[in-house]
Nanobody, 115 residues
Framework: QVQLVESGGGLVQAGGSLRLSCAAS????????MGWYRQAPGKQRELVAT???????NYADSVKGRFTISRDNAKNTVYLQMNSLNPEDTGVYYC?????????WGQGTQVTVSS
């Protein structure tokens, strides 16, 4: 079992920044990749950024150049630095761990960007 605990969400004005953190615990040796997804009200959950154990990174087009995913293996923590936030970034952000074909999700953290 892998447990994921997110932190760092909140309310920010457009143009501002936030940093999300996700700490993994449990059977972390089974994790192949970690990342972030988000879900806006009335919309489907979508990929924001992912990073494999080998360091391969994938970003959604809508966040490229504004968001940066990073990982501290010593702390078993993945981060999402979000800059130049806009109201379209509002949503619940979920940490994700990929364990082979299985996904494990955190509880989510709310990010609200006011205009």
């Amino acid at each position: 079992q892998v447990q994921l605990v997110e932190s760092g969400g909140g309310l920010v004005q457009a143009g501002g920044s936030l940093r999300l953190s996700c700490a993994a615990s449990g059977s972390i040796f089974s994790i192949n990749a970690m990342g972030w997804y988000r879900q806006a009200p009335g919309k489907q959950r979508e990929l924001v950024a992912t990073m494999t154990n080998g360091g391969n990174i994938n970003y959604a087009d809508s966040v490229k150049g504004r968001f940066t995913i990073s990982r501290d293996n010593a702390k078993n923590t993945v981060y999402l630095q979000m800059n130049s936030l806009n109201p379209e970034d509002t949503g619940v952000y979920y940490c994700n761990a990929l364990l082979g074909p299985l996904h494990r999700w955190g509880q989510g953290t709310q990010v609200t960007v006011s205009s």
